[in-house]
């Protein structure tokens, strides 16, 4: 579905809020507000729905007025959505969904005309190993779909449900039954050291590997976790030196320094071409089970569908 620009690049005047059992409600500006909310601009929008700038902004005076809300409003040299465009935003993308589905017509949907924006949020590490090779597949199949990758973030919000994001990638712990989970494959943490470190000289011991000096990777700043559960089983505790946010910036830390670091076996290619050396850890510990999560709405959505494909082969092929 596209809004398309004619001799009167307006959209008909709306009807202002309470008009929502009219017949003549222009569906236009659900497209309009979808564009909207996605791009966080009017600049964006326009573009997006090959409208001029005042034609968008003239069409977001319509959709405020006919919502009775702001949408979108001035922070600094952004808009930021209103508390209601959030409430709103994942089912205005829904509707738009579903609307563009029915006049596809019965026939599979060809990604090759589909122009919008998935969203997946997951640990950096998994923008850093698998979106080059996301970005080239998208490119052959699906030209007109752009990917965002959104990091994790330290407070534990709805994202799938509030529809900030499309896909959640990583260890799924949820238990919200709106959101569908499918596992890949569990996982399991390796050690990490640059190339030519003394641990990797002689039998590594669970004495050895915690007597070392660890940084830790938690986006909240945790000092510790299942490792340091291992090792106080055999009376050992390791010296955590510090912490960061994010895997890819532990690894550039590694690589400068004789810290111990960990990693999935899923980050093994990033860690290949950094020219780390990855060893197992010689304790016993749980295995990380890799998942992607999504919400029920996307359940039917051929580009949706195109996507977990996409993450499917990539992680159980890593």
């Given at each position: 579905m596209r809004v398309t620009q004619s001799s009167d690049p307006e959209p008909p005047h709306l009807p202002g809020p309470g008009a929502a059992h009219r017949p003549d409600v222009d569906l236009n500006l659900l497209i309009a507000l979808d564009a909207l909310l996605d791009e966080g601009s009017v600049r964006g929008a326009a573009r997006r729905l090959h409208l001029s700038e005042p034609a968008m902004s003239r069409t977001l005076g319509r959709v405020r007025k006919a919502l009775g809300d702001p949408v979108l409003v001035r922070a600094g040299r952004h808009m930021v959505p209103t508390p209601y465009a959030l409430a709103v935003r994942a089912e205005v993308g829904a509707v738009v969904e579903r609307a563009r589905a029915v006049f596809a017509g019965p026939g599979a949907q060809d990604l090759r005309t589909v122009e919008r924006t998935l969203t997946i949020v997951g640990q950096d590490s998994l923008a850093a190993t698998y979106a080059p090779v996301?970005?080239?597949?998208?490119?052959?199949?699906?030209?007109?779909?752009?990917?965002?990758?959104?990091?994790?973030?330290?407070?534990?919000?709805?994202?799938?449900?509030?529809?900030?994001?499309?896909?959640?990638?990583?260890?799924?712990?949820?238990?919200?039954?709106?959101?569908?989970?499918?596992?890949?494959?569990?996982?399991?943490?390796?050690?990490?050291?640059?190339?030519?470190?003394?641990?990797?000289?002689?039998?590594?011991?669970?004495?050895?590997?915690?007597?070392?000096?660890?940084?830790?990777?938690?986006?909240?700043?945790?000092?510790?976790?299942?490792?340091?559960?291992?090792?106080?089983?055999?009376?050992?505790?390791?010296?955590?030196?510090?912490?960061?946010?994010?895997?890819?910036?532990?690894?550039?830390?590694?690589?400068?320094?004789?810290?111990?670091?960990?990693?999935?076996?899923?980050?093994?290619?990033?860690?290949?071409?950094?020219?780390?050396?990855?060893?197992?850890?010689?304790?016993?510990?749980?295995?990380?089970?890799?998942?992607?999560?999504?919400?029920?709405?996307?359940?039917?959505?051929?580009?949706?569908?195109?996507?977990?494909?996409?993450?499917?082969?990539?992680?159980?092929?890593?």
């Amino acid at each position: 579905m596209r809004v398309t620009q004619s001799s009167d690049p307006e959209p008909p005047h709306l009807p202002g809020p309470g008009a929502a059992h009219r017949p003549d409600v222009d569906l236009n500006l659900l497209i309009a507000l979808d564009a909207l909310l996605d791009e966080g601009s009017v600049r964006g929008a326009a573009r997006r729905l090959h409208l001029s700038e005042p034609a968008m902004s003239r069409t977001l005076g319509r959709v405020r007025k006919a919502l009775g809300d702001p949408v979108l409003v001035r922070a600094g040299r952004h808009m930021v959505p209103t508390p209601y465009a959030l409430a709103v935003r994942a089912e205005v993308g829904a509707v738009v969904e579903r609307a563009r589905a029915v006049f596809a017509g019965p026939g599979a949907q060809d990604l090759r005309t589909v122009e919008r924006t998935l969203t997946i949020v997951g640990q950096d590490s998994l923008a850093a190993t698998y979106a080059p090779v996301l970005f080239a597949r998208a490119a052959a199949e699906a030209p007109g779909v752009r990917l965002r990758f959104l990091s994790e973030s330290h407070l534990d919000t709805p994202v799938l449900r509030e529809g900030v994001a499309d896909l959640e990638v990583g260890v799924i712990d949820t238990t919200a039954p709106e959101v569908r989970v499918e596992h890949f494959l569990e996982d399991t943490m390796m050690g990490l050291v640059r190339p030519g470190h003394p641990l990797l000289e002689g039998e590594l011991t669970p004495r050895r590997f915690a007597a070392a000096d660890h940084l830790t990777v938690s986006r909240k700043g945790r000092l510790a976790g299942p490792v340091d559960v291992a090792l106080a089983e055999r009376g050992l505790k390791r010296r955590v030196v510090g912490n960061v946010g994010t895997y890819p910036a532990s690894l550039f830390i590694l690589l400068r320094t004789d810290l111990v670091g960990l990693a999935t076996g899923w980050m093994r290619p990033l860690v290949d071409e950094l020219g780390l050396v990855g060893f197992p850890i010689p304790l016993e510990l749980p295995p990380l089970r890799l998942a992607m999560a999504w919400h029920p709405r996307h359940d039917a959505d051929p580009a949706h569908a195109w996507l977990r494909g996409c993450v499917r082969d990539l992680v159980r092929g890593s």
